[in-house]
C-alpha cells in the first residue's frame, strides 16, 4: 500500500528522523521517502498483502484511512469479511490437502503404471 501526505514544517534532518520514527511505530515494515522540500512523505508498506487483503480491498481501506469521518464500523466490517474468505478459503485448501493425502494412501509409488492420483486427476 503506497500512500503520500503532505508534511509542512520539516526544516532539517531531525525533523525527517522523527516523522520516519513515527511512521515505523504504526508499521515497523513500511519503507519511508521523505522529499523535505516539497513537503512530501511517501509510505509504502506491505502489511495489508501480508494479512492477505486484495488490491480492491487495500484500496478501501486505504479510502477509510483518508476519510476522517469514517466508522470504525465500515473498517471492523471490511476486515470481519476479509477473515470469513479466509475461512473459507482454509477450508477448501483443508479439502484438497484430504483428498491428496488419501490419493497418496493408495499410490503404490513403484515401478508399476497403475496411478491413483493420475487417475483422480483425469477424472476416472
Known amino acids: 500500500m503506497n500512500q503520500s501526505f503532505t508534511v509542512t514544517g520539516m526544516t532539517c534532518g531531525h525533523c525527517e528522523a522523527a516523522v520516519t520514527r513515527a511512521i515505523k511505530q504504526i508499521d515497523g515494515g513500511a519503507q519511508v521517502r521523505i522529499d523535505r522540500a516539497a513537503n512530501l512523505v511517501e ?3 506491505t502489511r495489508p498483502r ?13 479510502a477509510l484511512w483518508q476519510d476522517r469521518q469514517r466508522a470504525s464500523a465500515d473498517v ?18 483443508q479439502a484438497m490437502r484430504r483428498t491428496l493425502q488419501n490419493l497418496l494412501r ?7 503404471p497403475d496411478c ?9
Open 43 to 45: 509510505v509504502d508498506s
Open 50 to 62: 501480508e494479512l492477505g487483503f486484495s488490491m480492491a480491498e487495500i484500496a478501501e481501506l486505504v
Open 76 to 93: 471492523k466490517r471490511l476486515a470481519q469479511a476479509h477473515v470469513r474468505d479466509l475461512e473459507q478459503r482454509i477450508a477448501a485448501l
Open 106 to 112: 493408495h499410490c503404490h509409488g513403484d515401478a508399476r
Open 116 to 124: 491413483p492420483i493420475l487417475d483422480e486427476l483425469a477424472g476416472h
